[in-house]
């Protein structure tokens, strides 16, 4: 590894942690475009960026459940379901066209971005004093 | 049997996408299983925790897994997260989330041009 991709990779770690911590949203969605900026094929950023969320959600269980708010029955229960989809998922993802798995994501985001946008500008005309 | 389903649903988009799948289970809980908001982040981020792992090992199997990139984005993304959540107050708004949803928007036209 390279010096230039090791600072590229910890300045769009940060980046990426910083956004997702201020706007309330998964680091998944970050980290998988700032892998794919560090060369990773679509399919290796999908994978490695579920490595990258891991830690990231612990750190969320445990203040969760400080707060007070966790059950952990049906955490166990959608997580544990979840592992069938998962490997649909995985099979899915490998089996296709790398570029087109890619353009998906990228619709991905766009439509995260729009439902973004949407919420931001319906709750400034229903509390406009708010803003 | 609902939970079962949700969980489904977000096990597939999580692994092929690579994100944690809170898009689509915090709402399938709020609007499917009649959970509280508050509840149902808690409770996604519960179910993340084994989906995102499922999706490391299944991933692992087929070799797609890059530890060292993992660690190079992820070590400073902690950290990083941890700054914008103590960041949020001062930093927040609609100007502020209007512009982070042009960037991720720029990004996902990146990606589909690119």
């Not at chain 2, 808690?42 to 993340?48: C, D, E, H, Q, T």
């Amino acid at each position: 590894m390279s010096a230039t991709t090791i600072l590229l990779g910890v300045t769009l770690g940060l980046a990426a942690g910083v956004l997702s911590g201020l706007f309330g949203v998964g680091g998944g969605i970050l980290f998988v475009p700032a892998l794919v900026a560090l060369g990773l094929g679509q399919v290796e950023a999908a994978a490695t960026s579920l490595l990258a969320i891991v830690p990231t959600a612990a750190v969320g269980i445990w203040r969760q459940t400080r707060y007070g708010n966790m059950r952990v029955r049906p955490a166990v229960v959608v997580g544990v379901a979840s592992i069938v989809g998962v490997e649909i998922g995985v099979q899915i993802a490998t089996g296709m066209p790398e570029h087109a798995l890619r353009r998906l994501f990228g619709l991905l985001l766009i439509a995260v971005a729009g439902q973004l946008a949407w919420q931001t500008l319906r709750l400034r005309r229903r509390y406009p004093e708010a803003t | 049997m609902r939970l079962v389903l949700i969980g489904l649903v977000a096990g597939v988009f999580s692994s092929l996408f690579g994100v944690g799948g809170g898009i689509v289970i915090v709402p399938l809980l709020i609007m499917v299983a009649g959970f509280a908001a508050k509840e149902a982040s808690a409770v996604s981020l519960g179910a993340i925790a084994i989906t995102a792992l499922a999706g490391v090992v299944l991933y692992a199997l087929h070799g797609k897994v890059d530890v060292e990139h993992g660690a190079l984005v992820g070590v400073p993304a902690m950290v990083g997260a941890l700054a914008g959540a103590s960041l949020q107050r001062r930093l927040s708004g609609p100007a502020f989330m209007l512009a982070f949803a042009c960037l991720l928007a720029g990004i996902g036209v990146w990606l589909l041009v690119g």
